[in-house]
């Protein structure tokens, strides 16, 4: 079974930084994607960005300039660089990715669980 493991959240002062990892966990063969998304209370989950196999990154139009993701292929995991934090950017951000287990012609989207981040003004 192959699982993703969050960690890094936690309570920051408005213009603060955290950095969120996303630990990949299993047998896997290979993944293909990794990102971030966040879910704030009374609102849809929400893209943060993401990272393609060969290291291309995307990010929602909110955090462009203040989120840096990077990507870890020897550990499979991904990190998140949050920098110039805002109160709306608290939100359970939770990782994602694409993986194909190890024994599998398939790949499978897998979800972590969440990490909290909640942002004081």
């Known amino acids: 079974q192959v699982q993703l493991v969050e960690s890094g959240g936690g309570l920051v002062q408005a213009g603060g930084s955290l950095r969120l990892s996303c630990a990949a966990s299993g047998r896997i063969a290979s993944i293909n994607s990794m990102g971030w998304y966040l879910h704030a209370p009374g609102k849809q989950r929400e893209l943060v960005g993401t990272v393609g196999v060969g290291g291309r990154t995307n990010y929602a139009d909110p955090v462009k300039g203040r989120f840096t993701l990077s990507r870890d292929y020897a550990k499979n995991t991904l990190y998140l660089q949050m920098n110039s934090l805002k109160p709306e950017d608290a939100a359970t951000y939770y990782c994602?990715?694409?993986?194909?287990?190890?024994?599998?012609?398939?790949?499978?989207?897998?979800w972590g669980r969440g990490t909290l981040v909640t942002v004081s003004s």
């Open positions: 994602n990715a694409t993986m194909r287990p190890d024994g599998s012609n398939y790949y499978v989207e897998v």
